[in-house]
């Protein structure tokens, strides 16, 4: 069932939104070669703390054994989301997609970025160049007359035309008092196809694109999502509401572009 939000509704999930920019904006100034993965995920929880939210990874979905250990997933290189963050340092020419959850005013916010960090091959620049792109393809068809399978057709195109894989087995997701609610928001489709979009609704858009063949598992630790080729892949996701029609996105990137010193 989607649940439809109020304006004010949606107000306090940009709050949440909000939180979880600030920590990837956090992240981006932090981000440098040789830092441990453990140490971003433990700052990200204080930061997120120190602002009144709740992680919504960290014990996702259940708190039982098994559940996921961390505030951030932290996906490395040929790693496509659900990374764990471990005692992995980031080295010169890694690509890291850092993707975080909070609980803010019982809302989530849920929004990921992938980083380039120092002498990242052209190739895999570009691929997470267009990944980005794919994003905001995907945003620009959240109006009134369109449906959820226009979103993933515009992702699809865009990454295909490059020669890249779409994951089919991850998809982006409604949003609001739980993580993951109805609709599924995948990254491929038809158009006009699937459930209408409708004002009041809120979705997590976030295209998973292999610079290889679109072919994923699941590594030995049970959560990080891999490439089958093990090629690298990048993950780029925003909180979108639907207001009178038109995409209004809930979370920025602003914070992780001024960290970055990226002018827009
Ligand atoms: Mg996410
Ligand atoms: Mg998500």
Request: hydrophobic residues 35%; charged residues 25%.
């Given at each position: 069932?989607?649940?439809?939000?109020?304006?004010e509704?949606?107000?306090?999930?940009?709050?949440?939104?909000?939180?979880?920019?600030k920590?990837?904006?956090?992240?981006?100034?932090?981000?440098?070669?040789?830092?441990e993965?453990?140490?971003?995920?433990?700052?990200?929880?204080?930061?997120?703390r120190?602002?009144?939210?709740?992680?919504?990874?960290?014990?996702?979905?259940?708190?039982?054994?098994?559940?996921?250990?961390?505030?951030?997933?932290?996906?490395?290189?040929?790693?496509?989301?659900?990374?764990?963050?471990?005692?992995?340092?980031?080295?010169?020419?890694?690509?890291l997609?850092?993707?975080?959850?909070?609980?803010?005013?019982?809302?989530?916010?849920?929004h990921a970025?992938?980083?380039?960090?120092?002498?990242?091959?052209?190739?895999?620049?570009?691929?997470?160049?267009?990944?980005?792109?794919?994003?905001?393809?995907g945003?620009?068809?959240?109006?009134?007359?369109?449906?959820?399978?226009?979103?993933?057709?515009?992702?699809?195109?865009?990454?295909?035309?490059h020669?890249?894989?779409?994951?089919?087995?991850?998809?982006?997701?409604?949003?609001?008092?739980?993580?993951?609610?109805?609709?599924?928001?995948?990254?491929?489709?038809?158009?006009?196809?699937?459930?209408?979009?409708?004002?009041?609704?809120?979705?997590?858009?976030?295209?998973?694109?292999?610079?290889?063949?679109?072919?994923?598992?699941?590594?030995?630790?049970?959560?990080?999502?891999?490439?089958?080729?093990?090629?690298?892949?990048?993950?780029?996701?925003?909180?979108?509401?639907?207001?009178?029609?038109?995409a209004?996105?809930?979370?920025?990137?602003?914070?992780?572009?001024?960290?970055l010193?990226?002018k827009?």
């Open positions: 069932m989607i649940y439809i939000k109020t304006r509704e949606i107000e306090l999930m940009r709050e949440a939104a909000l939180c979880v920019s920590t990837l904006g956090m992240i981006a100034g932090e981000l440098k070669e040789g830092v993965l453990k140490k971003l995920d433990k700052l990200a929880e204080e930061f997120i120190d602002m009144g939210g709740i992680p919504s990874f960290k014990g996702y979905p259940d708190n039982k054994p098994g559940s996921f250990p961390a505030t951030l997933c932290l996906s490395l290189n040929d790693a496509v989301v659900h990374g764990i963050p471990d005692s992995r340092v980031v080295k010169d020419g890694d690509v997609s850092v993707d975080c959850g909070v609980i803010k005013n019982g809302f989530h916010g849920d970025y992938t980083f380039c960090i120092g002498n990242v091959k052209p190739e895999v620049r570009k691929m997470v160049e267009v990944t980005k792109e794919c994003l905001y393809k945003i620009e068809q959240v109006t009134a007359n369109n449906r959820i399978g226009d979103i993933g057709f515009a992702i699809q195109q865009h990454a295909e035309k020669g890249y894989g779409v994951v089919r087995e991850l998809v982006g997701h409604g949003l609001g008092r739980s993580l993951h609610e109805d609709p599924q928001v995948p990254n491929y489709g038809r158009r006009g196809t699937g459930p209408k979009l409708r004002d009041g609704m809120v979705i997590a858009i976030e295209p998973m694109i292999n610079m290889g063949k679109k072919e994923v598992r699941t590594a030995s630790n049970g959560w990080d999502i891999i490439t089958k080729d093990g090629l690298p892949s990048a993950h780029f996701e925003h909180d979108v509401a639907m207001i009178d029609g038109k209004e996105i809930l979370s920025t990137f602003d914070y992780v572009y001024e960290a010193g990226i827009k």
